[in-house]
């Protein structure tokens, strides 16, 4: 009877002890402010450098970058002020 009862609470102790897992998010990053062919690559490396960054893909020619993070880690409106610190303002595309 002692058995199954501590076989339970250590069962039920694992689960409610587990670390919350992240999920990976996509987000589309309106950035106007484009105006080259070497802006992608001031974004890129400005969001890439966020904790949590997974990829980035930034195009000229549709002015958006988009972004694949770890939402435990960062947030979309960090990845937008990643990108205004680096001249670039940019908004979430819905």
Do not use: H
Not at 2 to 16: D, I
Not at 48 to 64: C, F, H, I, L, T
């Amino acid at each position: 009877m002692l058995k199954p009862l501590r076989t339970g609470l250590l069962l039920a102790f694992a689960f409610a002890s587990s670390p919350v897992f992240a999920e990976s998010k996509t987000v589309t990053l309106s950035v106007p402010g484009m105006n080259c062919d070497l802006c992608p690559i001031t974004i890129k490396k400005a969001i890439s450098k966020v904790p949590g960054v997974a990829s980035v893909e930034a195009s000229y020619e549709k002015k958006q970058a988009v972004v694949i993070f770890d939402d435990a880690k960062t947030t979309a409106e960090a990845l937008t002020k990643a990108t205004s610190n680096a001249g670039y303002p940019s908004t979430v595309k819905n």
